[in-house]
């Protein structure tokens, strides 16, 4: 499967921005699929993610309450709704997918996924 991640951009802090992901190659909705970030000069690190079929999702306690998983099946989309963006959130974000989970935590792990986006940047000025 091949991702495509789009939507970042600059926005002010406070504000909201909303990422696509759409996938093609393959039966999206085989793919349990996952955002990630990558602060300027940090590792790579879990933000989302979502089963196959959207009945379980899954947050970093930094974006709970904040920011927002969810997917399209019929139109291959993952997106992540990103509301009261604070400038810690500043980083190039990664979609990635899966086509099985053995467990809910295995959906943090970055060596879980199979497949990756090419990131889209996302700037938060203060």
């Known amino acids: 499967v091949q991702l495509q991640a789009f939507g970042g951009g600059l926005v002010q802090a406070g504000g909201s921005l909303r990422l696509s992901c759409v996938a093609s190659?393959?039966?999206?909705?085989?793919?349990?699929m996952g955002w990630f970030r990558q602060p300027p000069g940090k590792e790579r690190e879990f933000v989302s993610a979502?089963?196959?079929?959207?009945?379980?999702?899954y947050y970093a306690d930094s974006v709970k309450g904040r920011f927002t998983i969810s997917r399209d099946n019929a139109k291959t989309t993952v997106y992540l709704q990103m509301n009261s963006l604070k400038p810690e959130d500043t980083a190039v974000y990664y979609c990635?997918?899966?086509?099985?989970?053995?467990?809910?935590?295995?959906?943090?792990?970055?060596?879980?996924?199979?497949?990756w986006g090419q990131g889209t940047q996302v700037t938060v000025s203060s």
């Open positions: 190659g393959d039966t999206f909705s085989r793919y349990n």
């Open positions: 979502i089963s196959r079929g959207g009945g379980s999702t």
């Open positions: 990635a997918a899966v086509p099985r989970i053995y467990s809910g935590s295995y959906y943090q792990k970055i060596e879980s996924y199979d497949y």
